[in-house]
T-cell receptor, first 112, second 114 residues
Framework: DQQVKQNSPSLSVQEGRISILNCDYT??????FLWYKKYPAEGPTFLIS?????DKNEDGRFTVFLNKSAKHLSLHIVPSQPGDSAVYFC???????????FGQGTRLTINP | DADVTQTPRNRITKTGKRIMLECSQT?????MYWYRQDPGLGLRLIYY???????NKGEISDGYSVSRQAQAKFSLSLESAIPNQTALYFCATSLAGVGYNEQFFGPGTRLTVL
């Protein structure tokens, strides 16, 4: 049972445009969400997160939106840059349990 | 300097062999985790340890065992490797306590079982 789902395996975006990566979850107990970025031959690195008490969190070019009623979150990257090409994982957690549940990942390619 | 290191980085082995993957960290974190990554499945939790005396199974622990030798070291063993254990394996660490949700990952071990 996949509790966190990223339904788009891949996404291709023009440099300078907005990239939108989506993530859905089924467990309403999740109260904290994270996005990780992964380059080839490296481990995932933390990008941005959001608590369930918020609906938006922004950090530079990266913004995460949370819609709790729809159990949906999205990561916006504006403007997209070639260095953003990577696999992005959405993850969810019940705070205190400290076990992250990951989505399948979306491979983002930024075209020049 | 890498805070979370994994050895080996790549390993090819044969079915039935015993394999150990090692993880060391200099972050001083109490909590350590082992994940595997498969195409289309994301990262799945194999085992986790909240301190040296605490070991817990994750969602896919069958065929694996772990040892927490010290706060800084957490090793994963495949007692008798099989081809469907071919995957990328990641170790991760985190601080303990509510609010410490971020996990820090090592560079990964690519394991191939022939």
């Amino acid at each position: 049972d996949q509790q966190v789902k990223q339904n788009s395996p891949s996404l291709s975006v023009q440099e300078g445009r907005i990239s939108i990566l989506n993530c859905d979850y089924t467990n309403s107990m999740f109260d904290y969400f994270l996005w990780y970025k992964k380059y080839p031959a490296e481990g995932p690195t933390f990008l941005i997160s959001i608590s369930s008490i918020k609906d938006k969190n922004e950090d530079g070019r990266f913004t995460v939106f949370l819609n709790k009623s729809a159990k949906h979150l999205s990561l916006h990257i504006v403007p997209s840059q070639p260095g953003d090409s990577a696999v992005y994982f959405c993850a969810a957690i019940i705070q205190g349990a400290q076990k992250l549940v990951f989505g399948q990942g979306t491979r983002l390619t930024i075209n020049p | 300097d890498a805070d979370v290191t994994q050895t080996p980085r790549n390993r090819i082995t044969k079915t039935g062999k015993r394999i150990m993957l090692e993880c060391s960290q200099t972050k001083g974190h109490d909590r350590m985790y082992w994940y595997r990554q498969d195409p289309g499945l994301g990262l799945r939790l194999i085992y986790y340890s909240f301190d040296v005396k605490d070991i817990n199974k994750g969602e896919i622990s069958d065929g694996y065992s772990v040892s927490r030798q010290a706060q800084a070291k957490f090793s994963l063993s495949l007692e008798s490797a099989i081809p469907n254990q071919t995957a990328l394996y990641f170790c991760a660490t985190s601080l303990a306590g509510v609010g410490y949700n971020e996990q820090f990952f090592g560079p990964g071990t690519r394991l191939t079982v022939l």
